[in-house]
């Protein structure tokens, strides 16, 4: 008898606003690099969430589905691991989405925290967009459809699994059976990179990320502008670790733990200036990111390949969502034609 184990599915999912950087590089890509030896993963290319507040923006939303392609294969992701896909060729998708949003109410949208927090930021205010209103039931259809059981997600995405996990079981007891799967979110146990401007999030409309094609001049640059701790004037002075950024970089990208933990307590007495400590950072950073940035540059100059592959991917994902959506037909009745 065969004693294999299948995999956990996972379904990562990132909106197309733009290329990625080394937030998202420490926050979620170094662990989809490991999970697709795990796992079967999904990886959604979410280009159709982003037109949700991206209305007249769809040409940068769209010509940047093939950026963060070139992102997940600079990385490391395999295509021949892991499925990448694009949300909008997946019309499956749509029709979930349609069955579940009569399983949630407007004022329970509303309550959304994730989304009330991005009505502020956006200063909707009472003109929301119906779709974006919606879009954790469209989140919810993205993971539903694949039968995930793992969701990597950031901290700002955890209503959307409990939103999920809600229509999964209104939908399972309104059919009386156990169609679609909850779902657990899986955090991030690194944690979040901050900005080299020393801000909590590293983020490209706040200006102050390092991109994973950096040529090693913009990488030398980052590390020089990089906050550290501003009363920290001579080399003698005492100096502060926390909130230093060189630090929590050098948390994040330096193996060797004792070293970090030796040059913190040497910085912290003082008699150890900015500039030793930003020397080393900037060889982890040089000797991290040149292979990614070459794997970046060979994928792109072969744009008819990434193409291939994100066209084999979602017809594989096609196939999977398609097969769920005729147990959800079914289950409700519309399975007319047999
Ligand atoms: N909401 C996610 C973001 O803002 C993208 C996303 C779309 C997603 N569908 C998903 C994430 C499904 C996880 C699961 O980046």
């Keep these: 008898m065969s004693t294999a184990t299948k995999k956990p599915i996972v379904l990562t999912g990132d909106r197309t606003t733009g290329p990625l950087h080394l937030g998202h590089f420490v926050g979620s890509l170094q662990s989809r690099v490991k999970l697709q030896e795990e796992a079967e993963q999904y990886l959604l290319l979410a280009d159709a969430q ?27 992701i395999d ?32 309550r959304n925290p994730t989304i009330k927090e991005e009505i502020r930021l956006r ?31 950031g901290e700002d995405q955890v209503p959307m699994i409990e939103q999920t996990n809600e229509l999964v079981r209104r939908f399972n007891a ?22 080299i401007d020393g801000k909590a999030k590293m983020s490209k ?8 094609s950096a040529t090693p001049d913009e990488i030398s640059q980052a590390v020089k502008r990089m906050y550290t701790d501003p009363t920290h004037l001579r080399v003698d002075d005492p ?15 330096e193996p060797d733990r004792a070293r970090v933990a030796e040059l913190k307590a040497h910085y912290q007495r003082g008699g150890l200036g900015d500039s030793v400590v930003k020397r080393l950072l900037d060889e982890r950073l040089q000797a991290l990111i ?15 390949e990434v193409l291939a592959i994100l066209k084999r991917g979602t017809e594989r994902a096609r196939n999977t969502a398609a097969a769920t959506l005729s147990d959800v037909k079914g289950a409700l009745g519309l399975n007319y034609f047999g």
Excluded: W
């Design 50 to 76: 982003a037109m949700t507040d991206n209305v007249g923006r769809h040409v940068k939303v769209s010509e940047n589905v093939l950026e963060v392609a070139l992102d997940y294969l600079a990385v490391g």
């Design 79 to 110: 295509p021949a691991k892991s499925t990448i896909f694009i949300q909008s060729q997946v019309s499956e998708l749509c029709e979930l989405t349609q069955f579940l949003l009569n399983l949630v109410t407007v004022s329970r949208l509303e």
């Design 123 to 153: 200063g909707f205010e009472r003109d929301i967009p119906a779709g974006f209103l919606t879009y954790p039931v469209s989140q919810a259809a993205d993971i539903t459809a694949f039968r995930a059981s793992i969701v990597p997600v």
């Design 174 to 195: 309104t059919v009386d059976a156990e169609i679609l799967v909850e779902c657990s979110a899986m955090m991030s146990s690194v944690g979040r990179l901050p900005g």
């Design 205 to 212: 409309s706040l200006g102050n990320t390092i991109s994973l």
């Design 239 to 253: 100096g502060m670790v926390e909130g230093n950024v060189v630090f929590s970089f050098l948390d994040a990208f």
């Design 290 to 304: 040149a292979p990614i940035r070459e794997r970046r540059a060979h994928f792109a100059a072969d744009r008819g």
